[in-house]
Antibody
Framework: EVQLVQSGAEVTQPGESLKISCQGS????????IGWVRQMPEKGLEWMGI????????RYSPSFQGHVTISADKSIRTAYLQWNSLRASDTAMYYC?????????????WGQGTLVTVSS | QSALTQPASVSGSPGQSITISCTGT?????????VSWYQQHPGKAPKLIIY???DRPSGVSNRFSGSKSGNTASLTISGLQAEDEADYYC??????????FGGGTKLTVL
């Protein structure tokens, strides 16, 4: 089955670093872009950025640029979202999602989500 | 980069049609035919229901349709069914080579 499998829920403290992952099965990564979307509790979807694992070409939303890093390792079909210094306001569900194209992206496959809780 | 503007909520009775608007600017919705729509049920990941303004992915009901006029895109759901009750989000490509979602609309089937 074609799917994106995300790493498990995380509970961490402000100021800590964190890296969550999104692994694709089968040909899930070949010739696809992987995007990351944030959903804060009881709030809407926010586009964070996108990466092409083939060459690591990456784009960030201005709202997230500088606070998160998106990366990928195509050899293990895995994309990552990481923080160097978490804030309480980073508490949210984070989804990875796949698009066949960059311009005119259509997110046709989604991971199950990773819940990140940042609390002291 | 501001979120696209959607109504917070819409409602309709079974069998009726409803339309959800998504308003942006000439730098996003109005500038490209790259608007997509997503349906999200509580506790679930979003699901793509419309892309490129009006195209439907395979397997999505033809009760869902999309359109665009100027800086406003619209999602219409005809023949409302109970299972259509969910949150709906629009998404657009932008002139900054990024993307932006709408704030989301909660659909209630009465």
């Amino acid at each position: 089955e074609v799917q994106l499998v995300q790493s498990g829920a995380e509970v961490t403290q402000p100021g800590e670093s964190l890296k969550i992952s999104c692994q694709g099965s089968g040909n899930t990564f070949t010739n696809y872009w992987i995007g990351w979307v944030r959903q804060m509790p009881e709030k809407g979807l926010e586009w964070m950025g996108i990466i092409y694992p083939g060459d690591s070409d990456t784009r960030y939303s201005p709202s997230f640029q500088g606070h998160v890093t998106i990366s990928a390792d195509k050899s293990i079909r895995t994309a990552y979202l990481q923080w160097n210094s978490l804030r309480a306001s980073d508490t949210a569900m984070y989804y990875c999602t796949r698009s066949p194209g960059r311009v005119g992206a259509r997110y046709e496959l989604w991971g199950q989500g990773t819940l990140v809780t940042v609390s002291s | 980069q501001s979120a696209l503007t959607q109504p917070a909520s819409v409602s309709g009775s079974p069998g009726q049609s409803i339309t959800i608007s998504c308003t942006g600017t000439s730098s996003d919705v109005g500038g490209y035919n790259y608007v997509s729509w997503y349906q999200q049920h509580p506790g679930k990941a979003p699901k793509l229901i419309i892309y490129d303004v009006s195209d439907r992915p395979s397997g999505v009901s033809n009760r869902f349709s999309g359109s665009k006029s100027g800086n406003t895109a619209s999602l219409t759901i005809s023949g409302l069914q109970a299972e259509d009750e969910a949150d709906y989000y629009c998404n657009s490509y932008t002139s900054s080579s990024t993307e932006v979602f709408g704030g989301g609309t909660k659909l209630t089937v009465l």
